[in-house]
Nanobody
């Protein structure tokens, strides 16, 4: 079994920072990429940022220059540093990992339960 556990969500004022963390645990053979997605009320889940095992990153246009994704491969943990937060960043943020649990097994996506981020004064 693989578990992704997010932490760091909460209520923050517009313009403030917040840092999310996500730790992957369990029977993991190799992680190819980790990332963050978000889903606002009444909207579809969307990509926020991803980072590959090689360190390549990708960001949604709406967060470029404000959010930074990073990872600690030794701890199977990914972080999302969010600065200059806006009310439109309010959403449930989900951690994602693309990984294999064995050398011969399939590569598949795993998801965390989500953490609420609310940007409001």
């Amino acid at each position: 079994q693989v578990q992704l556990v997010e932490s760091g969500g909460g209520l923050v004022q517009p313009g403030g920072p917040l840092r999310l963390s996500c730790a992957a645990s369990g029977s993991i053979f190799s992680i190819f990429a980790m990332g963050w997605y978000r889903q606002a009320t009444g909207k579809q889940r969307e990509l926020v940022a991803t980072i590959t095992s090689g360190g390549n990153t990708d960001y949604a246009d709406s967060v470029k220059g404000r959010f930074t994704i990073s990872r600690d491969s030794a701890k199977n943990t990914v972080y999302l540093q969010m600065n200059s937060l806006k009310p439109e960043d309010t959403a449930v943020y989900f951690c994602n990992a693309l990984l294999k649990i064995s050398a011969r097994g399939p590569t598949r996506d795993y998801w965390g339960q989500g953490t609420q981020v609310t940007v409001s004064s």
